[in-house]
Every structure is written in C-alpha cells, then in structure tokens.
C-alpha cells in the first residue's frame, strides 16, 4: 500500500511541476503578446493545477489556482486584456503555487494560505467576483473535472493502481479491509471530483461495509460487480486503462469458494429431474451471474443472462419444453464448473453451441440463424438484459443476411434540436434492435443497439453531418469485429473527448541505466570489430593468402581453407554490419528519453533578463527563437548557471541604459536575443545584446594591471585572441563590485564548462554595434566520435570535432624558434607539441619526436599539431562518468572503455596548448 501511495505522490509531483513549469515558459514570453491558442493553453494549465489539487484536498493550494483560472477566463472572453502587468502578476501567483507545492510535497498537508497573492489577483478578476478562499474551493466542482483530458487521465491512473485494494472488503483480515476501505474513501472522493457520481456512491457504500466487523458479504459481492461493471465503462469511454482488469483478478482470488457454492446452488434450484420454481432458479442464475461479471468472465456472464431470459420465458412456452431445462441447466453448470477450476472464463464457441442447443430443445425448432460469436461478445451486459426473444431473433436475422451491428451512445437531453435529428436519422436510414438508459459520467445517455447494411466509416459520416460537434454523440461501436487498435480500446469508438497523448514517466536514473547498457553494447560492438580486423581467424586469413600465393602448398588444399574462412569473415562481417545498425537505432531512441527542448530553459533566462533589466534602469526587449531544438537533460542542468551569468552579464555590462542610448543614436530598447539552432547532432546557442560591444582597450589594460599578459605579447594580440581574455579565471572590467557584477566569476565557469562538456564558445563583438556570444555543443555528452592515438605505448582518445588534420611528422618541416617547435601549416605556423612529453610518459626531450604523426587540433581559439607515435582509427566512445581525481587535471576531458576492455582517457586539446592552465598534473 506505501508503495502505492508513493507512486500517486509521484504521480502528483511530476505532474504540477510540469504544468507549473510549461506556465513559467509561456507567461515568460517576452514578446509580452498572447494569441488566442496560447491563451487558452494558459488557461488549461491553470485548470488542471486547480483540479489536480482539489482532487487531492489541498484547497488553499487550489484557491490561487482557481483565481488564475477566473482571470483567463475573464481574457478569454474579451473582457480584459492579457498584458503586461497581468502576465507579471500571474507569474508572480506561480511562483507562489510553486512554493505552496514544495510546502505540501514536503509535509503532505495543505499549505499556508496564501491570502496576499489573492488579494493581488482579485484586482484583475471582475468587480463581483466573490473572493475564492479554502472555505469556498468546493464549490470549483461546478465545471466538471470529468470534461477535462488530463485529468481523466490523472483519474484512470489512480483507479488502475488502487482500485484491486478494494477487493480486500471480502477478506477476513481486518487490516486487510481496513485498507480496502481507505483505497475505497480515496478513489470515492477522486471520483465525485470526476462527476462520476454513482461510482462514488458504490465505493463509499463499500468502505462502510469493509469497515464493519461482520459485514454482509453478499452486499460487497453486488457492490463490487457494480464498481467493476462502472471501471469497464470508464475504460469505453476515455481509452485509459481503468482498473477493470487488475480488480477482476483480485475478485477472483477472493470468490473461488463463493463461485463453486453458487453453481451448487443454481444446480440444486435446476432439481434433478423436475423444473424447479422459476423464481429460485432465476435467483440462482441472477447470483451465478453477479460472481462471473466481478471475476471479468463475459462469456460466462453473457450466458447467464440468456439462461435468464429463458427461465423467464417458460411460463409461455409448451409445459412439454420445460421438462427439457433442469438438463440444459446442469448442462451449463459443468461447464461453468470445468472453466472455474482452471481459474478462467468458458470459450465463446461454448456459448453459442449451448445457446443453440437452448434454442432447439426449448423451441423444438432450430433457429434460422445463429447470431455471430463475434457480435454476441461484443455486446453490452445492459443491452444483452434488455433483448427479447424477438428481437434476439430479429438481430441473428439481421447478421445472418450480412448486415452490421452497432451500438450508439447518445446524450438526447443537452442539445434537443441535435437529438431530434439524431432520433429521425435512427427511424429512417437504420434498424433499431433495442435500447436502455445508460448512466455516464453522471449523465443520463442513452444506448441505441441498430443494424444497417453500411460500414462504420458510412455511419460516423452520417452522424458527423447531423453532429458535427458531437454534442449528442457519446460513442459508436462496430459489433462483430476485433479491435484493430489492440490493447483493448474498441475499434470504432468515438472518445467521448479529445484525450491528451498516453504518457509514460520515466526517471532520469532509468534512462541513465538504460544509456549506459547502450554504452556497453558499443564496447562489445568494438571489440567485435578488433577481433574481425586484429583477431586469430584474420590472422589465419592472411596467412593462407600469404602461403597461396607463395605457391606452398605442401599437400595442403589452401583454396578451400581460404575460401571458407573468408565465407565466415564475410558472414561475421555482416552480422558485425546488421549490430552496428541495430546500434545505431537504439541509442537514437535512448537518446529521444534523454533530449528535452530548451524552451522551458529559455523561459527561465528570459524572465531573468527582464527581471534584471528593471532592476537596473533599462529598456530590453528580449527575442527567443528555437524554442523547439532538443538537448539532452542532463547539459540543460549543467548549463542553466553558465547561461545565467551570461546573461546578467549581457544585461549589465553589454546594454546601456536608455539616456545613453539615445545619445549614441539608438533606440532607448535593447535588444537581447536568446537563440537555438540544430546542425545535424550539435547545437547552437546564440546570446547576442546590441549594446556597445567588447571594449578591446579595457580588456587589454585590465589583464596587463592583473598579470595576466605583458604589455609587449598585448601589442601582437588580434582581435579575437583580445577577446577570449575575457574567459580567463577571475577576469572582470567592472569598476565596482556588486551583487550582479565585479567579482571576477562568470564566463570562466562558461567556457570550463562547455569543455567538459564537449563545447566551444566564440565571440563576435564590434564597437556600439553589440556582442554575440555562439556556443557549439553536441546534442548529448554521453556519445563522442573521437580519432585514437597512441603515444608512449597508452592509447589516448582525441575529440574528432577539434581534429583539424593528420599528417606523417617529417623533421625537416619542424622549426625552432627561442625553444619552441612550429610547422607550418596551410600557410599559417602552427606549435608543435610532443603530447608524450606533456602527458609525462616521455622524459628528458625537449623537443617533440622527429618520427611519427603529427595530429593538427583546435584547442579553443588556438591551433597546435600533438606529435603522437601511432595514430589508430576513428571510433565512437560511450563516455563514462570521470573519477574524482581525474576530473582535477584539466587536460582530462573524459573517460571510456575499448572494445578490448582497456580503459582510454579522452583528452581537451585546450589545456594542452596552454601550458599554464595544466599546471593540476598530467595523467600517468
């Protein structure tokens, strides 16, 4: 039962936080203009808040809610604007739900009521409106929960998860009905929120019988059959699993005894040779029946309703017939006993041949037609209870002579007019069988059972033209046909309302486990290769080759050695092919669980900029663009603070403030735009601000006072190597120290960060023009294409995007100048650095090797060769979370496991080509 409660408190977590998130996003628009459809996506949120937390009984939570609701309402009908002002004050009502959230998932209790962000939002609501306070959230029923999607869904989860509790009234543990009797209280209260009325009643009704000592089991027999009959429905209606088939099952372990003792008594009503009273029997049949309907046995239901109908029918039959019952009768008890005893339902095919024998033996006729399996079992239990004889037989006739049964759900009392025509179309364009009045949802409907020669796409069209709003139209249900949807949703149903995509909620740590398994499949798939490409068989390959064509054949048959190992390398080959791509396949739905789009990151620097902009002084506006493009989870959460000093950074130092626009001539609004782009599996981020731009002079002269150059290396500095000063540690052109600015922390954390996780970061500035900050990153960190080395015998893993170039290292290329190596490359002289040496694996060289390969990288805004003394192959590594004292030494970017099991460190050119930011150790 914990387990149970703690996975609805998940529920219920994960789903306000992703209503109270989506709404941050959206009234964070800094376009500060709303269309229609996003203002009633608002409105939705707010409407699902309001109920999710009513459902659960937290109604101070509930109340501003419903106040935020009232008020879209109020912009949905063109009676007030969504500014501005108001988008400020809502967002200030979900911070405070926010924080009203924390308080009841941190004590599961109501919290506080929040009586001053009320009274904020009732100056926006109408004049008289009355004031929403906990007192009143009951009265938030009145626009039906049942209507809307989500939380239809947000029901049927809970009643899927709680609902077989129930069935532990029947039981003779008392802790065991005390806990049926709380599953009951709580999914009555859900389902009163949900207007599902008389499932409400049944399970209060059975909470007070589970709660008795000595409780009347034959009342929590009909109670339970009614509440399994009520799920089933709810399951028709809105497509959710429902709780239906888990509560049949646990009836069933609870009803054995009571199931054999009712065919007992059905038998002994039957009397062995002469008809028994038709009351008892009908008794006996109608208990029978209730036990098989809570079990989930239909067809054993289905034939008890026809039994019934039949014991009904005797006294107008021949008195001759009905000495034939009592055997017909013992008939079916044996084979409802022989299906009971294996703990399942009878086969359809044994329906319908005893309801054929029935027919023949009762009537001393056999009908014209047997009705369709298929249909039969399709049928309704309140449906089948109301055929007649004659119209039982005017249906087999019907099916018999082709035509198509359907069952059609109509509300004939909400839109008359609609139903008027509904009605004139059942009298004219189909056949009527039967109908009965249906409860649904708390409404009354009715059940139309109609043949017509037409198809059901026939029949919707029909109904579409006379209800194209399907305001009549609850459902309409082919008969006689297998669901092609599966899962048990009804083929052809029409939903009641346009239910949201069924979601799953997966943790973030399953994911992981499930991307770290696709890792070690990428390592079993390298070593597969290793051993196709270095293994004992492709050795063996090219040797016979080697002896073949030396002509040695020393009595041996080499053609057939070579031709089959090279069937089975070619067949390996294949297999090595059909993984890769299965491979493939599977990391890129892994990598689907793990992606998000920035948007709801977006959201969050957006507001940031604005709050901070009116903080300060200064007009901005700011532009999102790329709301959609996907990045993995786990880098948004990583990348939220570097972003964040981004930002304020833009928005403090970048922008002026509106008088010194003007005088520059420009608008007194800034512009900060915020932007995303995808490139095949990188990404882009764009900050960019208009404002005056990198203050190259400044810079210089604020890292010459901080020692971080020499005024002679400043004189031959360009442009961007100025401009990447301003990423290093403890660097800051703020002329006083703030709570937003001056303390040298920021956009060196920006660029620590992106390198580690696989990024880079450029800077275009120019003078009053403004800044542009672009960052290039992978989609997800966890997959890397890297180029391996090898260098002093170690194989070491270069990160294939900052690979430039790979050329054999001739000495007479390499040039020294004041003791350091350069080449020149594509016109331009590049530093050589022997990458043995800086890793400490080689000692006493001052120079970098004169043999080998020399491997040309991009290592931030610099470009050096490594000289390396084998390079081996471009290859994927899964990377792997770094050890603590690994991630302490810069030039250490990640670490992974080759296909033959060695561990391999992939290395960050960067610290490399500066030797003073490695100065944390080198790996050994």
Not at 460 to 479: H, Y
Not at 609 to 625: F, P, T, W
């Amino acid at each position: 039962m914990a387990s149970e409660l703690d996975a609805l408190w998940n529920e219920f977590a994960a789903e306000t936080e992703d209503h109270l998130e989506s709404l941050e996003r959206l009234l964070s628009d800094p376009s500060a203009t709303w269309p229609m459809s996003e203002i009633g996506v608002l409105f939705r949120y707010f409407h699902s808040l309001k109920g999710t937390f009513l459902a659960m009984g937290f109604g101070n939570v509930e109340a501003v809610a419903h106040r935020c609701e009232d008020i879209l309402a109020l912009v949905r009908e063109g009676k007030a604007p969504l500014d501005p002002i108001l988008a400020e004050a809502l967002l200030r009502a979900v911070d405070r739900l926010k924080h009203m959230r924390d308080e009841v998932l941190a004590t599961r209790q109501d919290a506080r009521p929040a009586t001053d962000i009320l009274a904020e939002l009732e100056k926006h609501s109408r004049v008289d409106a009355p004031p929403v306070t906990a007192d009143t959230a009951s009265d938030a029923q009145s626009a039906a929960l049942g209507e809307d999607p989500e939380m239809l869904g947000i029901y049927c989860e809970l009643l899927e998860q709680r609902l077989a509790t129930t069935a532990q009234a029947l039981s003779d543990s008392i802790p065991d009905r005390a806990g049926a009797a709380e599953a009951c209280s709580e999914l009555a209260y859900g389902a009163q929120m949900m207007g599902f009325e008389s499932l409400s009643e049944h399970l209060d009704r059975l909470a007070e019988l589970a709660a008795v000592d000595l409780p009347e089991r034959a009342l929590i027999v009909g109670l339970c059959g009614e509440i399994h009959e009520q799920a089933k429905i709810i399951e028709e209606l809105t497509g959710h699993r429902s709780g239906a088939e888990v509560l049949a099952a646990a009836l069933a372990q609870q009803l054995k005894t009571d199931y054999a003792a009712a065919l007992d008594a059905l038998a002994a009503a039957a009397g062995p040779d002469d008809p028994a009273d038709a009351p008892g029997l009908l008794a006996a049949a109608e208990a029978v029946r209730t036990l098989a309907s809570c079990q989930g046995f239909a067809q054993a239901e289905r034939l008890l309703i026809l039994l019934g109908e039949k014991i009904r029918g005797r006294g107008d039959s021949d008195p001759s017939n009905n000495a034939a019952l009592p055997g017909l009768v013992h008939e079916a008890v044996a084979e409802l006993r022989h299906a009971a005893d294996t703990g399942t339902d009878i086969a359809a095919h044994q329906t319908d041949a005893l309801a054929s024998r029935w027919d023949t033996s009762l009537s001393g006729a056999q009908r014209e037609a047997v009705p369709e399996p298929a249909a039969m079992t399709r049928l309704s239990r309140e449906l089948l209870a109301t055929l007649s004889s004659e119209q039982l037989t005017k249906l087999e006739r019907a099916i018999a002579d082709g035509q198509r049964a359907f069952e059609l759900l109509l509300d004939l009392e909400s839109h008359p007019e609609v139903a008027g025509d509904v009605l004139a179309w059942l009298s004219s364009a189909v056949q009527a069988i039967t109908s009965h009045t249906a409860h649904r949802r708390g409404a009354g409907c009715f059940e139309f059972l109609v043949v017509s020669e037409h198809p059901l796409d026939w029949v919707r069209a029909q109904l579409a033209a006379l209800d194209p709003e399907q305001v009549c139209l609850r459902g309409v249900k082919l008969l006689g046909e297998p669901s092609a949807q599966g899962g048990g949703a009804v083929a052809g149903e029409a939903p009641a309302a346009p239910l949201r995509t069924p979601l799953v909620r997966v943790s973030s740590e399953k994911v992981d486990d499930l991307m770290a398994e696709i890792g070690e499949m990428r390592s079993a798939l390298a070593g597969f290769a290793d051993i196709l490409q270095y293994g004992a068989l492709a050795t063996a390959q090219r040797e016979v080759r080697r002896h073949g064509a030396r002509g040695t054949n020393e009595g041996i048959d080499w053609q057939d050695h070579r031709d089959a190992i090279d069937a089975d390398l070619r067949h390996l080959r294949d297999l090595h092919s059909t993984l890769e791509s299965a491979h493939r396949r599977i990391w890129s739905v892994g990598l689907q669980l793990r992606v998000i789009p920035v948007d709801g990151l977006f959201g969050r620097l957006s507001r940031a900029a604005r709050d901070l902009s009116e903080k300060l002084g200064k007009e901005i506006s700011v532009v999102v663009e790329g709301r959609e493009v996907r990045i993995d989870k786990s880098m948004v959460d990583v990348l939220i603070d570097p972003l964040m000093h981004m930002v304020r950074n833009a928005v403090d130092h970048g922008i002026e403030t509106p008088a010194a626009r003007e005088v520059a001539g420009k608008s007194r609004r800034a512009t900060l735009t915020i932007a995303a782009s995808e490139n095949g599996n990188r990404i882009e981020i764009v900050i960019a601000d208009d404002g005056h731009g990198l203050d190259h002079s400044r810079i210089v002269a604020k890292a010459i006072h901080l020692g971080l150059i020499s005024a002679a290396n400043a004189s031959r500095m360009n442009e961007e190597e100025i401009s990447a000063l301003i990423f290093r540690p403890g660097f800051s052109t703020a002329a006083a120290v703030t709570e937003i600015s001056g303390r040298g922390v920021g956009l060196d954390v920006v660029e620590t960060t992106l390198q580690r996780l696989g990024g880079t970061i450029e800077v275009r500035t120019a003078p009053g023009a403004g800044t542009k900050f672009i960052l290039k990153l992978p989609i997800s960190a966890a997959l890397l294409r890297t180029l391996l080395v090898e260098v002093g015998g170690q194989v070491f893993a270069l990160p294939e995007r900052q690979v430039i170039s790979v050329r054999e290292l001739v000495a007479s290329e390499i040039e020294q100048v004041t003791a350091q190596s350069f080449i020149l490359h594509r016109g331009t002289a590049v530093p050589v650095r022997d990458l043995g040496g800086e890793l400490g694996f080689q000692t006493g060289a001052a120079a970098p090797a004169t043999t080998g390969y020399l491997v040309i990288v991009a290592a931030g805004a610099r470009v050096i060769g490594l000289a390396v003394d084998r390079v081996l192959r471009f290859e994927d590594l899964f990377l792997k979370e770094l050890h603590p004292v690994l991630a302490t030494i810069p030039s250490v970017a990640g670490t992974s496991v080759l296909g033959d099991g060695r561990p391999v460190l992939v290395l960050d050119p960067a610290p490399l080509a500066n030797p003073e930011m490695n100065g944390a150790g080198a790996p050994h």
